[in-house]
C-alpha cells in the first residue's frame, strides 16, 4: 500500500472515509453533588465551582462495574445506528477502570450484547482513549478490513477514588459513551487526526498499586496505592498545551483554521482548562460543548458522553465541522476532526432515546448565549 510519513504518524493514502454512524451514553442514576462532598470532608461548593467548573457527578452503584454502564451506551449507540450487536465486527473500550484484568471489558460487553462475530478488546490511554480508540477504529474501517466498529469510552472512575484525598477527589464521575463506526459513502466523517504520548511525564498521573510493579497487598492497600495520584498543578499545565498543539496539528492537516470549526468537544476535566484553550485557539466559548458541571471528569467517558447529548440537543447541526480534544495520564493527548452528518432516516432517533437526554431548554439557552460569563 503507498503511504505518506505525516508527523509521526503513517497515513495510508488508500483509507476511505469513515464517519460515526450512531451515538450513545449512560450516566448512572446517582447524583453526588458539591453540597453532599461538603458535607463529607473539608471542601465547599465554591471551592469545587471556581477551580474547576464541576457542580455534581453520576455515582454507579457499587454493583454497577464498568462494562454496566458501557453496554447502556452501547446499546443506545446501536439503536441510533439502526444496527444490531450481530453487525459489529469490533469492539473497542477505552478505559483505565476495567471491571477485572481479564477477561476486557469489550469481551464482557461483547457477551452482555451478543456481538458473536465481534473481536474485542480494551485500549488504555487515560482521558485520552476515546479518541484513540475511534482512531483505531477509523484505520481498520477506513483500510476495509472490517466494515463496522463499536467504540465505547467507559469509566468508573470513583472505583479508583481516594475520598480522603479532596484535591482529587471531588474531580471525577462515572459514565459511558459509544459510537458506532462505520465508511458512509459520500461523507468525509473523520477528516484528521493527532495522537500523541509522553511517557516521561507518566509519574504526574497515575494508579500505582494492584500491577505487576506493586502487586495487591495488605501494605499496598493500607498505604492507599490502589488510589488515582495526582499532582494537579503539573497536569493543568501540560494539559493546555498539548490540547492546544494537537488541535492546531489536526487544523494544520486539514488545511482550515478554527474559524472553520463550528462545535468543540473538549475532554471535561476542569472549566478553567477549557477557557485557556478556547482563549489560546481564538475560538469563543459559545462554540464549546460542557457538561462537567453535571459529569465531573470521567477520563475516557467525558467526550463520548458529551458529543451524545451535544448531537442529540441540536448543539451540532448537520454538516457541522466538529473539534474534539483530549489529554490524560501517559501523558496521551490528541485531536479529531470531523464533519458530522445526522443519522439516515433510516436511523431515526426512537422518542425513547431522545426522552434520555438530560439536556435542559436552559441549559441549551445557554451553550448558545453565554457560555462564557458561566465561571
Ligand atoms: N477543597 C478545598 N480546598 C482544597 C481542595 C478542596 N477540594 N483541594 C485542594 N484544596 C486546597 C489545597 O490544600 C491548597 O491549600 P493550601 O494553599 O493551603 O496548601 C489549595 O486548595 C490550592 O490547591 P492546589 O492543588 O494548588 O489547587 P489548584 O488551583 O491547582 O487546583 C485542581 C487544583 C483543580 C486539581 C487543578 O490543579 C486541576 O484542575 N488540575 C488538572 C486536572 C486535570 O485536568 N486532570 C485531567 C486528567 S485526569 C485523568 O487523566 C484521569
Not at 474485542?120 to 490511554?125: K, W
Not at 485557556?276 to 475516557?300: C, F, H, Q, V, W
Request: aromatic content about 6%; hydrophobic content about 45%.
Amino acid at each position: 500500500m503507498k503511504t505518506k510519513i505525516v508527523a509521526n504518524e503513517i497515513v495510508p493514502k488508500t483509507l476511505r472515509s469513515v464517519s460515526i454512524v450512531g451515538t450513545g451514553s449512560y450516566l448512572p442514576k446517582r447524583i453526588l453533588t458539591n453540597a453532599d462532598l461538603a458535607k463529607m470532608m473539608d471542601t465547599t461548593d465554591e471551592w469545587i465551582t471556581t477551580r474547576t467548573g464541576i457542580k455534581e457527578r453520576h455515582i454507579a452503584a457499587p454493583d454497577q462495574a464498568t462494562s454496566d454502564l458501557a453496554t447502556e451506551a452501547a446499546r443506545r449507540a446501536l439503536r441510533q445506528a439502526g444496527l444490531t450487536a450481530e453487525d459489529l465486527d469490533m469492539i473497542i473500550v477505552a478505559t483505565v477502570t476495567p471491571d477485572m484484568y481479564f477477561p476486557s471489558t469489550a469481551c464482557s460487553v461483547q457477551k452482555a450484547i451478543g456481538a458473536k462475530k465481534a473481536v474485542c478488546f480494551d485500549l488504555e490511554a487515560a482521558c485520552s482513549g476515546f479518541l484513540f480508540a475511534l482512531e483505531t477504529a477509523r484505520q481498520y474501517v477506513g483500510s476495509g478490513a472490517i466494515t463496522t466498529a463499536l467504540v465505547i469510552g467507559a469509566d468508573k472512575l470513583t472505583a479508583i477514588t481516594d475520598w480522603e484525598d479532596r484535591a482529587t477527589c471531588v474531580l471525577f464521575g462515572d459514565g459511558a459513551g459509544a459510537a458506532v463506526v462505520r465508511s458512509r459513502p459520500g461523507v468525509r466523517g473523520i477528516i484528521a487526526t493527532a495522537m500523541a504520548s509522553d511517557g516521561n511525564l507518566g509519574h504526574l498521573l497515575y494508579l500505582p498499586g494492584g500491577g505487576s510493579r506493586n502487586p495487591a497487598t495488605a501494605q499496598t492497600v493500607k498505604d492507599r496505592l490502589h488510589f488515582l495520584k495526582m499532582a494537579g498543578k503539573e497536569v493543568f499545565k501540560y494539559a493546555v498545551g498539548s490540547m492546544l498543539s494537537a488541535s492546531k496539528e489536526v487544523l494544520k492537516k486539514a488545511n482550515m483554521t478554527i474559524d472553520d470549526v463550528d462545535c468543540v468537544i473538549p475532554h471535561q476535566a476542569n472549566m478553567r482548562i477549557i477557557r485557556a484553550i478556547g482563549e489560546r485557539l481564538g475560538s469563543p466559548l459559545e462554540k464549546y460543548y460542557i457538561n462537567l458541571d453535571r459529569t465531573g471528569n470521567m477520563s475516557a467517558a467525558s467526550i463520548p458522553v458529551a458529543l451524545d447529548e451535544a448531537a442529540r440537543a441540536g448543539f451540532i447541526k448537520h454538516g457541522a465541522i466538529v473539534l474534539m480534544m483530549a489529554f490524560g495520564g501517559g501523558f496521551t493527548w490528541g485531536a479529531t476532526l470531523m464533519e458530522w452528518r445526522k443519522p439516515e432516516p433510516s436511523q431515526k432517533i426512537s422518542s425513547k432515546d431522545a426522552s434520555r437526554v438530560r439536556v435542559s431548554n436552559a441549559q441549551k439557552r445557554r451553550f448558545s448565549t453565554n457560555a462564557s460569563n458561566l465561571w
